[in-house]
């Protein structure tokens, strides 16, 4: 009995961690996701004579999805940006000019366990991709 009761008391707080790394680890693996996303679309962008990739909008036709894209990237803060690129699935998509916030809803402070996509502060500049995963 105190063993049993020795092993609960130290397994206990590891194991009320879980959840909170398994929505860590949910949220590291969308930012990488929307990275990698990014670049494909990207580079799908550059061999499309229709698909500006200094400056200018377009919209790019991958299989069945229509992808906003802006300045040969995909477009942030757009329903039809990266996030249909993606096809997310069970997490949250919150909207905002230049950024895509994909949140897990079930997190404590959702806005904080996040993976942000950033659109390129200007022409010819990469997107910014962010885990933020302090609120998880």
Avoid: F
Avoid at 60 to 66: D, E, N, P, R, S
Avoid at 84 to 100: H, K, M, Y
């Amino acid at each position: 009995m105190t063993i049993a009761s020795g092993l609960t008391a130290t397994a206990a707080p590891h194991l009320m961690q879980w959840p909170a790394e398994a929505r860590k680890a949910v949220i590291t693996h969308t930012a990488g996701a929307m990275r990698s996303a990014s670049t494909l679309h990207h580079m799908k962008c550059a061999v499309n004579p229709q698909c500006p990739l200094q400056q200018g909008s377009a919209v790019l036709t991958v299989g069945a999805v229509q992808v906003h894209m802006q300045d040969g990237h995909p477009a942030a803060g757009h329903d039809e940006g990266l996030a249909r690129a993606l096809e997310i699935d069970g997490l949250q998509v919150v909207q905002a000019p230049l950024e895509t916030r994909v949140q897990h809803p079930s997190a404590p402070e959702p806005g904080r366990c996040a993976a942000v996509y950033r659109s390129p502060p200007a022409p010819g500049l990469s997107p910014e991709v962010v885990a933020l995963t302090d609120g998880c």
